[in-house]
């Protein structure tokens, strides 16, 4: 099983980010997925997640009304938009299948003017 995230870089607060994540070696279309971030000096926090069909949704508080999650079942691909970025959002954003059984290595999400 493989997650490979992309789409992480350095942008300045106010801007937006599209994060991407390919998984192989499941049955995509069975797992819901999960978007987890690990901001600096701190644990890794649950920030959205989205069903198996893609039309349900859940996201953290932090991150509501600013970040978008969806998925593409049939480029086995789950997306995170995210705008309005803000330097607490700086960290390493990680996808996660669901019963965050497997994850991906990670990619990088800096925020900075």
């Known amino acids: 099983v493989q997650l490979v995230e992309s789409g992480g870089g350095m942008v300045q607060p106010g801007g937006s980010l599209t994060l991407s994540c390919v998984v192989s070696?499941?049955?995509?279309?069975?797992?819901?997925m999960i978007w987890v971030r690990q901001c600096p000096g701190k644990g890794p926090e649950w920030i959205s997640d989205?069903?198996?069909?893609?039309?349900?949704?859940d996201y953290a508080a932090s991150v509501k009304g600013r970040f978008t999650i969806s998925r593409d079942n049939a480029k086995n691909t789950v997306y995170l938009q995210m705008n309005s970025l803000k330097a607490e959002d700086t960290g390493l954003y990680y996808c996660?299948?669901?019963?965050?059984?497997?994850w991906g290595r990670g990619t990088q999400v800096t925020v900075s003017s």
């Open positions: 996660v299948s669901s019963a965050l059984k497997y």
């Open positions: 070696g499941l049955t995509f279309s069975m797992y819901e």
């Open positions: 989205i069903n198996q069909d893609g039309d349900s949704m």
